[in-house]
């Protein structure tokens, strides 16, 4: 009886201490993953810190060299300009210089609608309108309307058809 009470006695013992290294052994894997989610955790900030940081260097490089398409095919107008300034002297250098400019505005006008700009078509006569029109000047002609266009002062434009730059004009107004 005695050998008995002494095997019970040693196996409940025994049964705290494995309970006590299972328990520590378990602790030991779970302090394992933990540090494997928190580096984990890391390397996924990290990753994301560097996406962003790449993004957003992608996106500051597309709007300073947004306009490098645009330029380069302004160079031949520039090329121009300069060689008709080259030809002036000879016999009609007024003539000669009016030419070149003209080929030269028209060639930079089609380089511009090439991007999408185009000139508000306006003539005298056409009602005004705020949105795409800028009044200037008012004056009173018998001939026309309240609120036609009595003479266009500056062109307008849009880009895509936004109005960038509206058409400043003088406005008829009846008294």
Do not use: W
């Not at 645009?70 to 520039?78: G, K, N, R, W």
């Not at 080259?86 to 400019?101: Q, R, W, Y």
């Not at 200037?136 to 018998?142: A, F, Y």
């Amino acid at each position: 009886m005695e050998e008995m009470e002494n095997k019970e006695q040693q196996a409940q013992e025994e049964t705290p201490k494995d309970e006590l290294t299972l328990l520590r052994e378990q602790n030991e894997r779970l302090t394992e993953a933990l540090a494997e989610a928190k580096d984990s955790e890391l390397r996924s900030l990290a990753e994301m810190d560097n996406v962003r940081k790449r993004l957003t260097k992608e996106f500051d490089d597309r709007l300073k060299y947004s306009n490098l398409n645009l330029i380069s095919a302004l160079f031949p107008v520039m090329d121009n300009f300069e060689m008709a300034l080259s030809h002036i002297s000879g016999d009609n250098p007024v003539e000669a210089l009016k030419e070149g400019v003209q080929l030269t505005l028209k060639q930079m006008s089609e380089t511009l609608e090439k991007y999408g700009l185009k000139e508000i078509e306006l003539n005298v006569g056409d009602d005004f309108n705020p949105q795409f029109h800028e009044a200037l000047m008012v004056d009173c002609d018998e001939n026309y309307d309240d609120n036609k266009v009595l003479m266009v002062l500056q062109k307008g434009y849009s880009l895509h058809g936004r109005v960038v730059r509206p058409s400043k004009v003088k406005v008829n107004k009846r008294k």
